[in-house]
């Protein structure tokens, strides 16, 4: 007995996914797994307990109790009538993230944004619905591996200045600012977006 179309048409294997679907996925299984990798840390004492971050030039570490979700650059509303460093709010399944670009925020030039650029969302625990723009991620860093630094030269510091804590070095000579995210939450400043 010949086959109907329609059981034909059932028996052909299912469409693979497009390009732009599965690259979502893949992302998704990423962020995911290093969601789960950041609440693993944020439990092993002093072995892993910082976030590197680039935000322009700048090598960042970010405490991990202090950073929530990494994100892909979602689609930003902007609102009207905020002042140029707020850029905005984006829907992150369902809840309103404001999107803060630090950089901006602190007198220097906007972050620049590419395909390696995130949003670096706040830990919950600070009680404060909001992202920062980030150039890339640059992944976990052991206190272990970072020492003060004695060297001068350029830094973060006259950027970022109220909200570092140490500057360090790791074990490449690499130059780090520790940056406080609680202190900017607290930034009177960083509070009013309104334009005036």
Known sequence: MADS???LRAATPLDVPSTSSHRRER????QTGLSEKLRRAQNTPLTVNR???????HRLLVDLADAGEILAVPDVMPVPLTRPWYRGLANVRGSLLGVVDLSLFAGGPPTP???????????????????ILVSR??????AADLGPSERAGASATELFAPWLRARL?????LEWQEIDLVAITGDERFIDIART
């Open 169 to 173: 070095v790791d074990t490449q000579m």
């Open 113 to 131: 944004l590419d395909k390696e650029s995130r949003l670096l969302a706040f830990s919950n625990d600070l009680h404060f619905s909001t992202g």
């Open 5 to 7: 179309p329609s059981r």
């Open 51 to 57: 976030l590197g971050i680039q935000i322009g030039p």
């Open 27 to 30: 992302l998704r299984e990423f």
């Open 137 to 142: 991620m640059l992944g976990l860093r052991s």
